[in-house]
């Protein structure tokens, strides 16, 4: 007799979900694709938090491995995963999660060289979760001239409170250094974005260099998925 336990369906995992935003949204959570630029702190929360929601297809961008530094705030990171790929550790969890999603790691750095080979056009969001500043205006000047809906993270280091956490236009956001320099560099290079954005950001900043908590990451992750989702929800709510 075979003992191994049948898998649940789609249906059954995502009963919960489909009750609250109904059939035509969930069937079209499932048929969405992302593009997630950045597994840390914060952008690993958010993949979790995308493939809960019953994300068809993710893609998973990240030139890095995890280390020791990485396990007080990163979702895949702890003392077993140290030294793997974080996007390798990360797509196996997700697929745990929800075997029918469509996981995509790609080992690869983000810049203004190798953006073009990632296809942004063919994907329905760009999630931006990375942390290098010129890297991070690459791709915020590639997702707004793409025609994928693009929302971005602000720095998350440096905070505590997590009610101090906003979602905003990218030129609104205030008290964040990252955002700051963001647009600083945008505005001296040129090339401005095609269009402005939602942003995740804090506007508390303490006295450290970079220290970053697992509550305050995980917010800024799981906020970004929940753009996604609620941006789903309303293009497709009768």
């Given at each position: 007799m075979d003992t191994e336990k049948a898998l649940p369906c789609y249906d059954d995992i995502f009963e919960r979900a489909r009750s609250l935003v109904g059939d035509r949204v969930q069937d079209a959570i499932?048929?969405?694709?992302?593009i997630l630029f950045g597994v840390g702190?914060?952008?690993?929360?958010?993949?979790?938090?995308?493939?809960?929601?019953?994300?068809g297809e993710l893609t998973i961008v990240d030139f890095d491995k995890v280390s020791v530094s990485n396990i007080n705030r990163q979702r895949m990171a702890d003392v077993t995963t140290v030294g793997r790929p974080k996007v390798e550790v990360l797509a196996e969890m997700l697929s745990r999660i929800n075997p029918w999603a469509r996981i995509n790691p790609l080992m690869e750095r983000v810049s203004a060289d190798t953006l073009p080979s990632f296809g942004l056009d063919s994907y329905d969001y760009v999630v931006d979760a990375i942390d290098s500043l010129k890297d991070k205006a690459a791709l915020i000047r590639a997702a707004t001239a793409s025609r994928a809906t693009f929302f971005s993270s602000m720095g998350a280091a440096r905070k505590i409170d997590p009610t101090r956490i906003h979602v905003t236009n990218f030129w609104k956001v205030r008290d964040c250094p990252l955002g700051a320099a963001l647009r600083k560099k945008l505005r001296r290079e040129g090339g401005m974005p095609e269009h402005s954005f939602q942003c995740v950001y804090g506007d508390e900043v303490l006295d450290s260099e970079k220290g970053s908590l697992v509550h305050i990451t995980s917010?800024?992750?799981?906020?970004?998925?929940?753009?996604?989702?609620?941006?789903?929800?309303?293009?497709?709510?009768?």
């Open positions: 499932r048929n969405t694709r992302v702190g914060v952008g690993s929360w958010c993949a979790e938090g995308l493939v809960r929601s019953g994300l917010i800024f992750g799981m906020t970004l998925a929940g753009l996604v989702i609620s941006d789903i929800c309303e293009r497709n709510s009768a």
